[in-house]
């Protein structure tokens, strides 16, 4: 909706500190609404979001230890590279969270399907990643603008 990434992640930050946690959807241009001529969130822009989201709410990170970069995008998410990789390819950051969770104590995983995006291109997965989901959204946290979903 127009911050950076920084600013909605020191948002999350402060949501954090304060016993929170946070619950986003990317932005959606839909058909016949007010912002339907708006653009759509930047997908590499959105994983790098949902990934230092969790890593806020769910894995001990600290903004102030994310490096940002002049505009403000995530360069360096402040925890090890080994520690990132298996956060990434557990895809959790990448499914949705806010409803009450069955399967995992850790992230809730919100069953609303496809709230931010179509069934072929999704942004917020409802579901566990499967290996090829992964692989598609690190093609896209490293700005390849490819789809993520049931093709």
């Known amino acids: 909706m127009g911050e950076t990434e920084q600013e909605i992640l020191e948002v999350c930050q402060k949501i954090k500190n304060m016993g929170g946690h946070n619950h986003m959807f990317a932005f959606y241009p839909e058909q016949g609404s007010m912002m339907e001529d708006w653009p759509a969130c930047d997908k590499g ?46 895809g959790k950051p990448f499914q949705t969270s806010g409803c009450p969770g069955k399967d995992d104590e850790e992230v809730s995983a919100c069953n609303r399907p496809y709230g931010d995006s179509s069934p072929s291109d999704i942004l917020s997965f409802p579901f566990a990643l499967a290996r090829k989901d992964v692989e598609n959204v690190k093609r896209q946290m490293a700005g390849e603008n490819i789809g993520a979903g049931l093709i």
């Open 45 to 90: 822009q959105w994983r790098r979001v949902q990934l230092a989201r969790f890593i806020i709410d769910y894995a001990g990170g600290l903004v102030s230890n994310m490096l940002f970069d002049a505009d403000g995008k995530v360069i360096d998410f402040g925890v090890p590279e080994d520690e990132l990789a298996d956060l990434v390819n557990s």
